[in-house]
Each structure stands twice: as C-alpha cells, then as structure tokens.
C-alpha cells in the first residue's frame, strides 16, 4: 500500500510525467507546422498544438493529487490496481498506464461512490492531506473490511480559510454532489440548494465534467457560464482552470444581453411590466405588426423589358412568409427570394440568361417593393415604438391591449426622446431588446448552459436564457429563500418551464459544507417568514462561532469587530445596507483598519454568492427594511459566513429572526 516516503516519491514521478507532457506538446508544435497537408489544416492543428503547450505550461500550481484507489483482487475490471486520482490526467513513461488518472474518468467515481456498505471493487481509499505543494499524510480506508468513518483531512479542507478565489471541490465531492456533476449531457437538471451545499461548485465541476465527457460535441457548440454579477464572476473564475478547462465562456446576462449602452434606470413598477413575460407578445405585435398587405404589384425594369409580380401573387407569397411562422428577417428574405424568383421565371420564358450578377441586380431592385409590405426592423427601432405609446399596440392586439393603462403608464416615456438615436435604455431595456432581436433572428445557442441564482430571474430574462438553450441544456441553480427580486421564483417546476425545459430534474441539496452549524441554525429560522417552501439546511460543520452583539454606535461596533477578526486567518466581509456602506467604511477607516485586501464592506444588494471566513452583519432590521424581500437579503447576509458570524446592530433585531426553538434573538 505504500508509505509516506513512497507517496512523496510519487509525487516526484508525477512532476517528472508533467514535464514530459510540457516538452511534447512542445515538441509537436514545431512538428504539426510541416505536417499538416494544407494552410487551413496547417492554421487549425497549429492553434489546436499551441493551446494545448499554453495549457501545460500554465497549470496550476498545486497537488498532482488527491486521492488513491486500491481495486481488490475480486474487481473484474480493475483487480489488484492501484489509481492515484487528481486534478488532469499525467501520462506515464514511453507509454505505460498514467500516473494520475483524470477525476472525471469513469474509475474515478469509485473514489466518490464508493462505502463499506457498497465498496465497488475497491479494498482501499486513500485520501492525502497536503501544506501547499507538500504532501504531508495520508488516510485510509479498508472498504473491504467495512472500515469507514470520519476523515479529518477530509473535514479539514472543507474547513479551510476562504482566502481569494472560489476554489475546486474534487477531493470533497460528495455522493449526492457525485451525481448532478456526471448527469448524463442530454438531461437538464434544476439544483435546489441553501446556502453552502455546493451547489454553484457542482454547476462548475459539471461544465468540466461535460466538456471531458463530450469534448467533441461541445467544443463546436460551446459552454456558457452565466453568474449573477462581475464580483461573482471574479469570484468563481478560477475554478474552470484549474480543472484543466479553459474554453467555457463566463459573463453575467446582462453582459451577454448588452447591444446598447445603458444611460438610464427604470423604477420599480416600470421595471415588473418590462420582465412580465405578456412583454414578449407586446414586442411580437410591434414587430410584426409593421407588415401590411400588399396595395401594388412589383415592377422591375431591366433594360427595355418591364417584369411584373401582380398584386395577387404578392398577397400569397407574404401571407405563406407569415404562416411559416419564421424569425422576422428570414420571413423578409423568403419573399425577396419568392419575387426574385418569381421575375426570374418570367424572364427565362422569354429567353433571358438569368446569371447570377443579374438575379443579384433583381434582387436589390425590388428592395423598396418589399420595404413596403416587410419592411426591414431593428430592435431598438421597435423598442422605441412601443415605449412612446400603447395607441399602435392596441390597434394590433385581438381583443385589446395586453397591458393595462396602469402598466402602460409605467413603461411609457412621459417626454418620448425625438428619434431613436436619442433614446436612453435601461437594463429591462437590454432583455426587450433581446426579445426583438430574436424575433428578428435567432441568436446563437449552446450546447449547455449553467445559470447561478436563477431564482432572481425574471420571466423575460428567463426566456433569453432558454434560446440560448433551446438545443442543448441546462443546470439551474438556485435557492428559492435568496429571491430577492420583484420577481424572484416561488417554485422551480414554474421556473424550469419558463426557462423552456419543463421536463427537468429539481433536485435539493440540503447539506451543507461551508456554512457552520450554529449560523445555519440561526439563519434556518428565517425560512418560515420567506414564504419559500425550501428544506431547512442541515450543517456538515460542528466549528464557527456566532456571537451576537448590541451597540450603542454602530460604526464603532463595526470597527471593534473588524479589529478582532484580524486575529484570524481569513477574508473579512462587512455586510450592511447600500446605504451604510460608505459611513461604515469611513469608520473603519478612522480607527486605522485599511478596507482592501483581507477585508471587503459589501453591500447587501451584492453579496449573494460571496464566502468570507469571518462576517460582520451590520444591522440586520435595517437589510430587512430596505427592501420588499428585506428579509431575503438577510438570510442571504447571514449565510456568507464560512467560520465566524459576528452579528452587531444598534436597533432591536427582526422579530422574524429567532433562536432555535422560538425564542427571540436578544445579545446574550
């Protein structure tokens, strides 16, 4: 089974099979520029060749890895072998069997999968505890003998301080975690997680996962990767690389979504019409409505000869566009190509040559014809329509308009801006826009696509996001009891639908790792007052501290509590209202403590997603307060805590907040 000096010089194997892997890849750089049969297979092997050295020389600098699997002589397929598990596949010597088998590989589940009671083939796991790139220990477990318990390396790296980027879970993956990470590439998943369950780790490690499993398909189909806000996207970008992935396209929606600058903010009311999902046929009606029946023929000159598309045929011929039910512009093209085609047997009867340049020449001719009976669109020309005024809407719409005055009132400009190019768009703007704009023309789709914090998406938003996915799939993930939107979801079957994969598989994770026991009891006790039918959270952690404290002054509560998580290894983050986080930083400030670094004040309204070893929650009434879905926005405060939650307020806390059992909070 090998000993600590025998697994440290392994690790020397596995540096030295890192290098030959360097110096290969390397080596058929220079090779694939004089092999490949022609420039565009030349061009493609070449970048294909200089991507896989940039990869190699850019891995991560950590353990070559994690996890030992010693098969039983009794495993049919794997008997008497010995697997180190890790990170990225390390080839062995002059072609022997790898030295490090990828954690993706289907050996690898056993590492995850496996128990006493189910030990699958295995005899032995071995999990290795490791200070930076020094291997330090080793535990194991004789599966074959029913042993199996507690592992201390295994609890000390879930307890581990969070300092920087979110970090990769493959040595702590759990069962439950084990199989939402290898779901099949076809089957859209909805994961359902509280705070700390690992629910976004698992969404990343399944995009690894897939593009190991399905590399071909999805290196031509894509995989994106959509998170709540930039802070989040810095936050989480780290952990893809050190999988080994490095082509998976990350960005927030609105990043996606952004084809106009946005220069203005709706307000609360106009912004729950504008992601109502009713916009969708608002926005149909304006676009299509811009088609009008045809009053003349078509006619083109060409030379002395006069072609002609009677009145009659034009009708049929945009009235079959309609009918197909195809995107806007493409509907604009089939009758361009139906006239042109159309003219072309007319002339050919007469014995016309018709090439291409004159079929070209055709077709630019009979543009103002089809201008006016399908005239060409933009979205933001459309956009504009609509938000000037219902008059044109309600004309168009069977049976009246789709919104009431009230709403219409809402998202009306009041002083309408006098062109397009002068108009002012909002962030709701981006996602009608969208809408439009796929109206007009399909947008680009992915093989899959994973969504964090779906439960904030609106009706609207979700749409965009399922023609992305229209012929891939999705990981959905969430926690309904972080709905702090307008519109946040009370149900994932609801939302799934909208997000076009009614079919999808909800699934709850309800253990969790990286929030401690005590701050998730506490924060459990929000959840009656959420209106979210969610399972309370149970801890894996027996650590951390939660200390409640009342003040006098807030900002030197703060201070005094930020002084003292100093003693700490670890982040620091201060969570207060929007509005108390200037002042708050002032105060710590005044008292010599530098904000930077270790230690971050955050707003509320953006600390969804984040993880910081100590937090200070400043004020918890004053977060419930701020908001319709104030009590949300706490729970999501509360459980940013990884080992230390200090809560100081100055005001009486939420009476919704309460210790286990039902008695009040108080600071004692």
């Known amino acids: 089974m090998g000993t600590l000096d025998d697994e440290r010089a392994y690790v020397e194997r596995c540096a030295a099979g890192l290098r030959r892997m360097l110096d290969g890849a390397r080596d058929n750089v220079i090779v694939g520029e004089t092999v490949a049969g022609d420039r565009y297979s030349a061009e493609r092997l070449g970048r294909h060749l200089k991507s896989l050295a940039k990869e190699l020389s850019e891995e991560p600098d950590g353990p070559p890895f994690f996890g030992r699997l010693d098969f039983g002589h009794g495993s049919a ?16 010597e002059h072609g022997g069997p790898p030295v490090v088998i990828d954690w993706r590989a289907p050996v690898s589940r056993a590492f995850y999968r496996a128990s006493a009671r189910d030990p699958q083939g295995v005899a032995l796991r071995r999990r290795f505890g490791w200070s930076g790139t020094t291997l330090t220990g080793f535990e194991d477990e004789r ?15 879930i307890e581990r301080p969070r300092v920087g980027p979110m970090r990769d879970i493959v040595a702590t993956i759990q069962p439950e975690q084990d199989d939402l990470v290898r ?9 359902q997680g509280a705070p700390g369950t690992g629910k976004t780790a698992v969404g990343l490690h399944r995009a690894a996962y897939l593009l190991y499993a399905h590399r071909r398909r999805l290196e031509r189909a894509g995989v994106l990767v959509l998170g709540p806000n930039r802070t989040f996207l810095g936050y989480v970008s780290a952990v893809l690389p050190t999988l080994g992935e490095m082509d998976v396209e990350q960005t927030t929606l ?35 409505g811009r088609i009008v029946k045809p009053v003349e023929p078509v006619v083109v000159a060409d030379g002395s000869a006069r072609w002609r598309v009677r009145e009659d045929e034009l009708r049929r011929i945009v009235d079959g566009a309609r009918r197909a039910s195809l995107p806007y512009g493409v509907g604009r093209e089939r009758v361009r190509a139906q006239v042109v085609a159309s003219i072309t047997r007319q002339a050919e009867a007469r014995g016309r040559t018709a090439n291409a340049a004159w079929t070209r020449a055709v077709a630019r001719a009979v543009t103002p014809s089809l201008d006016a009976v399908w005239p060409a669109a933009k979205p933001e020309e459309v956009l504009y329509e609509v938000l000037r005024g219902p008059a044109a809407e309600v004309a168009r719409a069977p049976g009246g308009s789709v919104l ?24 709701a703007d981006l996602v009608l826009l969208d809408e439009v704009a796929a109206m007009i023309e399909r947008p680009r789709g992915y093989g899959h696509v ?18 992305r996915a229209e012929h891939g799939s999705l990981t959905v ?15 994932w079957q609801d939302r799934m639908a909208l997000l076009g994969k009614p079919d999808g598989r909800v699934i709850a994770l309800t253990t969790g790792f990286r929030v401690p026991g005590a701050v998730v009891e506490l924060a459990n006790t929000l959840l ?5 039918d969610v399972p309370a959270t149970r801890s894996y952690r027996a650590d951390g501290r939660l200390r409640l404290t009342r003040v006098t002054d807030l900002g030197e509560g703060v201070a005094a509590a930020v002084r003292e998580a100093y003693a700490y290894e670890g982040s620091i983050g201060v969570i207060a209202t929007d509005a108390a986080v200037e002042p708050l930083t002032s105060a710590i400030s005044n008292h010599g403590l530098d904000v930077g670094g270790r230690l971050s004040v955050v707003p509320a309204s953006a600390a969804k997603g984040l993880e910081y070893d100590h937090v200070i929650v400043a004020e918890p009434a004053a977060i419930a307060g701020a908001e319709r879905r104030g009590l949300n926005r706490l729970y999501v405060a509360l459980t940013r805590a990884v080992s230390r939650l200090d809560v100081v307020h100055a005001r009486p806390l939420p009476p919704q907040l309460t210790r286990p059992g039902g008695r009040p909070v108080d600071a004692r």
Not at 186 to 191: F, L, Y
């Open 404 to 427: 009431t005055e009230a709403e219409w009132a809402a998202i009306t400009w009041p002083r309408p801006p006098r062109s397009v190019r002068s108009a002012r768009w909002t962030a």
């Open 77 to 92: 397929e794997h008997g008497g072998r010995a697997y180190h598990i890790g990170r990225r596949h390390i080839t062995g």
């Open 254 to 288: 609105e990043r996606l979504l952004t084809t106009v600058p946005v220069t203005a903010a709706d307000g609360e009311a106009a912004a729950v019409v504008k992601h109502d999902a009713r916009m969708a046929e608002v926005l149909r009606l304006a676009l299509y």
């Open 143 to 157: 599966l074959d003998r029913g042993e199996e318990g507690e592992s201390r390396i295994l609890a000390a790296e």
């Open 477 to 491: 993930l969430g926690d309904l009891a972080q709905g702090t939107t307008p519109w946040a979801a009370t149900s």
């Open 450 to 467: 994973i969504v964090d914090e779906a439960q904030d998406l609106s009706p609207m938003e979700c749409r965009a996001v399922a023609r």
């Open 528 to 532: 009656a007052a959420l209106g979210a």
């Open 183 to 191: 779901a099949e590439l076809d089957t859209s998943i909805c994961v």
